[in-house]
Each structure stands twice: as C-alpha cells, then as structure tokens.
C-alpha cells in the first residue's frame, strides 16, 4: 500500500514482441487469461503537451489482485514507452493506481508537485495520467480513471483471471467497450 496513492493495482510492462510474451507469461508463468488489443483506441493522447496518434498494442490478465499489463508500441509516436525502449530497457516500467474520484485525486497529485508527462483517454471515463516519477527503472507512476467502461472492463479480467483453467483460450479479444 501506498501512503500517497492507495494499492498499486496495474504493473506496466513494455515489451518488443507482445504475442511472445503473452505466450510466455501464460504458459510458463501461468498468468491469464490475456485479453489482448492490437490497437488501443486512446484518444486526446498527449506527450510533454503535445498532441499526437499513438499505435500501442496492450494484453491485460489478472494475477490475483493485480493486473499486469503488457505494452508494445507500433509507431514511432513520442511516449514514456518510446523513451523506455530508446533508453535500452525493457520489462516493468511503471506501476498504475486506480481511481474513482480522477479529477480530485489528479489535483491532490498536481499540488504535491508531480508533474504529467503522458496523458490520454481509453473510453469514457477513462482518463489517464503519467507522471515524470521515473527516478528507477519501473517506477513511473500512472493514474487510471477506473469509473466506466474501463473499470467494467478491469472487473471482467479479474474475474476471467480466477476461472481460468490455464489452457482455454489464453489469448482473447478486448470487449468493446461501448458495450459495457
């Protein structure tokens, strides 16, 4: 538990190759089942305050309370990723905290001094933030608006993670979030 933020909730991990490492977290770690999306609809996308058009790949699955989150990007858009990768690492780069209350919690964070380096939108309702924390390998902080679809999406993950047999359907499509 974090005094500042709560419950780490999400671990970040960028990866050059996504399909492999699904395969490997799944069948040699165990973890999934992975609900992948060869293009995350982000929208309002920004970087250092400049608006760009991401092309990121994401595979989400559960390992008990935590959701671990595999990330390859496919453009060469500016982003905490890019930088990450640039900087010849790969692996854990940031840990994420949900939120129900952004706007006032994002105020809070902003007042203590952090400062936002990556930002954007994934539904409605699901706004997110990065902020320039990277003082270690692995521990830029995110901030993640879990109040709509997102969040039911988080909820359907989780709960896909507890019954999953190991085998069955390892890799599955993202729900559409207009759905939920």
Same mark, same amino acid.
């Given at each position: 538990?974090?005094?500042?933020?709560?419950?780490?909730?999400?671990?970040?991990?960028?990866?050059?190759?996504?399909?492999?490492?699904?395969? #490997?977290?799944?069948?040699?770690?165990?973890?999934?089942?992975?609900? #992948?999306?060869?293009?995350?609809?982000?929208?309002?996308?920004?970087?250092?305050?400049?608006? /760009?058009?991401?092309?990121?790949?994401?595979?989400?699955?559960?390992?008990?309370?935590?959701?671990?989150?595999?990330?390859?990007?496919?453009?060469?858009?500016?982003?905490? #990723?890019?930088?990450?990768?640039?900087?010849?690492?790969?692996?854990?780069?940031?840990?994420? #905290?949900?939120?129900?209350?952004?706007?006032?919690?994002?105020?809070?964070?902003?007042?203590?001094?952090?400062?936002?380096?990556?930002?954007?939108?994934?539904?409605?309702?699901?706004?997110?933030?990065?902020?320039?924390?990277?003082? /270690?390998?692995?521990?830029?902080?995110?901030?993640?608006?879990?109040?709509?679809?997102?969040?039911?999406?988080?909820?359907?993950?989780?709960?896909?993670?507890?019954?999953?047999?190991?085998?069955?359907?390892?890799?599955?499509?993202?729900?559409?979030?207009?759905?939920?």
């Amino acid at each position: 538990m974090s005094r500042h933020f709560g419950e780490i909730r999400q671990l970040g991990y960028v990866v050059h190759d996504i399909e492999a490492a699904m395969e #490997y977290w799944s069948k040699t770690l165990g973890v999934g089942p992975w609900f #992948y999306n060869p293009r995350v609809p982000i929208e309002n996308y920004r970087y250092n305050g400049e608006a /760009h058009v991401p092309h990121n790949s994401v595979a989400l699955a559960n390992s008990g309370f935590v959701q671990v989150e595999l990330i390859q990007t496919r453009n060469g858009v500016p982003s905490m #990723y890019r930088d990450f990768l640039q900087a010849g690492r790969t692996g854990l780069q940031h840990v994420a #905290y949900w939120t129900n209350s952004y706007d006032a919690d994002l105020e809070r964070l902003l007042r203590q001094g952090f400062k936002p380096v990556m930002s954007g939108e994934v539904g409605q309702n699901g706004r997110f933030v990065y902020f320039d924390t990277e003082y /270690h390998p692995g521990t830029v902080i995110e901030l993640s608006e879990v109040a709509g679809p997102k969040g039911k999406m988080f909820d359907l993950i989780r709960a896909a993670s507890e019954s999953w047999d190991g085998v069955t359907d390892p890799v599955r499509p993202f729900p559409d979030l207009s759905q939920l």
